[in-house]
């Protein structure tokens, strides 16, 4: 008996080895790692449609439920720095591992939160998984793959996070319109555990054998400095923060943000092994790059939870019209970036660069006029200049980005880029949250100074809501009349939320068009001297 025991563990353990000797396993590794990573970036995009759902059902503020992104956004970009550690000390698959196991517990502790604060709080777990998932899941694909065969593998694993782009509002929408908003949370939850399945039987481990001290210190003071900072940024226009502005807690967020920031920036220069690497900064062109995804997080990113929310509340579109409109992003945004490459090979990359900051800046300013009549349309021609913009301008501006960077430094720059577009992202959205509650107080003071109630207008128009309120509801005297008046005050308020949208689209589109001033600073390589140099490193 004890034989035949051991007979089957050995021969398991031989099955094991096999598929990692078999030449078709780094391909299996691929779609395990193309799994996870679609479902990280997936809830970064499918909660959009779902905002106005979870405000109605917790009966609760934008400014509050807006957090439901940044925290997701913002402990994704504290974690992906440390990712890298984690993996080289535990082992890469367990890193990959957990974070699928952290991301497949959030979802679930998702879908039970019974009000808003408990579902920030297990984003936050959500957000920490998928911080592992995504740069773990690139060194793999990496180590696995040969030189000759990692640009390919890379691409398939960036189709990966751009499907999710297209189809997280869409999926997301579907759901919330047969189910409810619990189920973009519970889908993650058995495909979860299939991932993590698939990852113990597929995956090999892999582990370094020196391992860099951690930076704690570092690691503390960003967080501490980021998540200060942004409860600042959030809840300074707040409807429980009376004092506004120059609150106690506001004054305080802002103070322990600013010491935090000393210490992370004194830390990250003096250690030896930093969880980021601030030194790259010495490159100018590195430096520019990193300004320029950061600011096009914010003015992008940070303004992508509006459209649905002007869907749904204002032309009263369902959760899934509101998630199909997306759908076209991810196309353009695919066959673009292609062609952007070969634009940056063939010509100066500033060109599709600044083509593509114009189209972006200009798709924002576009819908920068919306109202209660605005046609389908409307709504998706800026869409599609979005996606045309999107795909000129990621290629040649990593390109730029890492073009004085050295090989063995490679990936700390792009995980360093990563992190500083993630943490733009969670800036836009905390950022202009507050201006929508900010501008949309003050249309509705604005139009209510501005309505005159003994106007020949107003009068019209209030007599015709009593006749209509009288002959389809009912009613007579005062009880019409009561009607009538809040019919008026809805559409005040109706009009000053669409107002307040178009006049953060109109922030968004003016954040993002100053970055054309960066790139007349950027230094670009002759062809010749790139060739040179490309032989020398």
Known sequence: MAKSLNGNSEGQQLQLSNIHLHPSYKWFVLANVMFGTFMAVLDATIVNVGLSKMTAAFGTSVDKIEWVLTAYMLVFAVVLPSSGWVADHFGYKKTYFLGMFLFTLGSLLCSFSWDENALIAFRVIQGAGAGFIMPVGMAIITREFPPEQRGMALGFWGIASAASVSLGPMIGGYLIDNFSWHAIFDVNVPVGILGLLV??????????????KFDLIGFISMTVFLTSLLLALSDGNAAWNTGGWTSDFILSCFAISIIGFVIFIITELNVEHPIVELRLMKDLNFTIGNIMLFIFGMGLFGSTFLLPLYLQNSLNYTAFQAGIVFFPIGIIQAIMSPIAGWMSDKINPKIPLLIGITCTALSLYLYSFFSLTTEHGQIMLPLYIRGFGM????????????????????????????????????FGVALLG?????RVIFHIQAYSQVVNSNSSTYQNVFYNLQYFVQHSVGGVGKEVAARA????????????????????????AIITATLIIPIFFIKVREKGKSEKIEIME
């Open 199 to 212: 990852t113990i039987i597929i995956q090999r481990e892999y582990k370094t054998e020196h391992v860099r």
């Open 485 to 508: 008046n809040a019919l008026i005050v809805q559409n005040l308020a109706n009009q000053a939320f669409i107002q307040g949208i178009n006049d953060d689209f109109l922030v968004g």
């Open 434 to 438: 507050s201006l929508l509650t900010r």
């Open 391 to 426: 795909g000129l301008m990621f290629v040649p501006l990593t390109t730029i980005t890492l073009l004085n960077i050295p090989k063995w430094k490679m990936a700390q720059a792009s995980g360093l880029l990563n992190t500083i577009r993630q943490i733009g992202g969670s």
